[in-house]
C-alpha cells in the first residue's frame, strides 16, 4: 500500500457502534463475497481468517445486523486478471450483497462485473491500481494512499527534521506519486525533499546507502517501497553507518527479517497496533483486548500481530454500515449506506466515507506513527491521530 500524513489535530475517539449483546443471529444471513489471496505465488490466509472470525465475533455477540449474520462466501485469487474475473462471475452467481477485497492487486479487472451486477466492494485499501482508487462503487476503511504518502511529514516537520532523502522504485507509478503528490506538499509545507529513484529489479543499495552517508539527510528511508526492498535498504543503511531517523513506510516484514536492524525504524499505522494496548485510548484498548481474544479463541494467535487486525476490523466496521441501511438490504442499498458512511471505525480512526480525500474511495486520512523499540515491539510516536486535511490545498485539482 501507498503511505503517508500531514497535519497534527487531537479528536475524542468514538467507540464503535457495535457493542457486545451477548445475542446470537439466526436470521437470513446476509451473504458477502471475499476474495482471498491464498494458494498461489503469494499466500496470505490471515486476511480471511481476520475477517471470518470477526463474522463469527459479530454474528455469535453482537446479534448480527438486526438478528441477521454475515456469511462470506471465498473466491481465491492469484494476482492474476483472469482470477479476479472468475471471482467476480462467482460472487454474481451467488447473488451477493458487496464484495470484501483483502489483497488483489487485480481487483479492477473484477470491479466492472461487479458494477454491471450493482455490487460494491469494501476492504481496508485500494489495491487495484486505477479504478478500485477512484471508484464510486467501492469504499475503503483505511487511510487514503495519498495520506499514507505524505502524512509522516508533518510529524518531522514538527520535530525539526527538515531534509528528508526518499528511495524510490523507478517506476512511473511512483513518480507520479512524487510529482504530483509528495514534491507539491513537501514544498507547501516547507520540508526539503530528495527523491532517488531505483531500478526496482537489480537496486543497488549500496550506492543508496552512500547517498545517504553524504548528504546527511534528518531521515533517510521510503513512503511506498514494497516491504522486499524495505529490507535491503533497512540493511544496506545500517551496514553504511547511517545515524540518522529511518522511515519505511508501512513496511512491516523487517520487523522479524532485519530484526537485528529494527530498533529505531518508524512506520505509518491507520489502527492502533496490539504491541502497544496500554497507548491506545480505552475505546481502542477495549476492541484490541477483543480482537485478541477472538483471535486466540478461534485458534488463531499466531496471526494476531499480522494484516488480519486490518480484515477483523473491517468487517465489524462494516457491520455498522449494514446497520444504518433503513429497509431491505440490498446491494443498491449497500452501496448507498457505504458510500454516505460516518463512523469511528474499529480499533482506528473516525471515518468519513463521503469525503475523506478528494476523489479517492478511502474513508479515512488520518495516521499513526510507530518506533520500534529495543523489545522489537512497535510503539506509537504520537497520543493522537495525524490528520492530512490541511495539505489539500497544496495539490492541482
Not at 70 to 99: K, L, R, T, W
Not at 174 to 183: A, K, N, T, W
Not at 295 to 303: F, H, K, L, P, R
Amino acid at each position: 500500500m501507498i503511505v503517508g500524513i500531514v497535519t497534527a489535530i487531537l479528536f475524542a475517539m468514538a467507540p464503535s457502534m457495535a457493542s457486545a449483546t451477548g445475542q446470537s443471529a439466526t436470521g437470513q444471513p446476509i451473504v458477502v463475497g471475499l476474495d482471498s489471496m491464498e494458494g498461489g505465488p503469494v499466500s496470505l490466509p490471515y486476511l480471511r481468517i481476520g475477517a471470518q472470525t470477526a463474522a463469527a465475533y459479530v454474528n455469535a455477540k453482537l446479534d448480527g445486523v438486526h438478528g441477521r449474520p454475515i456469511h462470506y462466501v471465498v473466491c481465491d485469487v492469484d494476482g492474476s486478471a483472469q482470477a479476479s474475473i472468475a471471482c467476480g462471475n462467482q460472487f454474481v452467481s451467488d447473488h451477493v450483497e458487496a464484495v470484501l477485497n483483502t489483497y488483489d492487486i487485480a481487483a479492477d479487472s473484477m470491479l466492472p462485473i461487479l458494477h454491471s451486477a450493482g455490487i460494491p466492494m469494501f476492504g481496508h485499501a485500494a489495491f487495484g491500481a486505477v479504478q478500485e482508487e477512484a471508484s464510486s462503487d467501492a469504499r475503503f476503511f483505511g487511510t487514503a494512499n495519498q495520506s499514507y504518502s505524505t502524512g509522516f511529514l508533518l510529524y518531522y516537520k514538527a520535530q525539526h527534521k527538515r531534509n528528508v532523502l526518499l528511495f524510490e522504485p523507478d517506476t512511473s507509478f511512483y513518480h507520479q506519486q512524487v510529482e504530483s503528490l509528495i514534491d507539491p506538499i513537501a514544498k507547501g509545507i516547507g520540508m526539503h525533499v530528495t527523491v532517488d529513484f531505483y531500478n526496482a529489479t537489480s537496486p543497488n543499495w549500496q550506492t543508496l546507502a552512500e547517498e545517504a552517508i553524504t548528504s546527511h539527510p534528518d531521515v533517510a528511508g521510503t513512503a511506498a517501497a514494497p516491504d522486499g526492498d524495505c529490507i535491503s535498504m533497512l540493511q544496506a543503511l545500517k551496514s553504511a553507518g547511517y545515524g540518522g531517523q529511518i522511515f519505511l513506510g508501512s513496511c512491516t516484514l523487517f520487523l522479524t527479517a532485519a530484526k537485528a536492524d529494527a530498533v529505531g525504524v518508524v512506520t505509518t499505522a491507520d489502527l492502533w497496533k496490539i504491541t502497544d494496548i496500554s497507548a491506545a485510548p480505552p475505546a481502542a484498548r477495549e476492541q484490541l483486548r477483543t480482537y485478541e481474544s477472538q483471535m486466540t479463541v478461534a485458534g488463531q494467535s499466531q496471526y494476531i500481530d499480522t494484516f488480519a487486525q486490518d480484515y477483523f476490523s473491517d468487517t465489524i466496521d462494516f457491520a455498522d454500515v449494514l446497520r444504518t441501511v433503513h429497509g431491505t438490504i440490498s446491494p443498491a442499498s449497500v452501496s448507498k449506506a457505504l458510500r454516505n458512511y460516518q463512523g469511528a471505525s474499529y480499533m482506528g480512526q473516525t471515518l468519513d466515507c463521503a469525503g475523506a480525500w478528494p476523489g479517492a474511495s478511502a474513508c479515512g486520512n488520518k495516521v499513526l506513527l510507530y518506533k520500534v523499540v529495543t523489545s522489537g515491539n512497535q510503539v506509537p510516536l504520537t497520543s493522537t491521530w495525524i490528520s492530512t486535511d490541511s495539505v489539500e490545498k497544496y495539490l492541482k485539482p
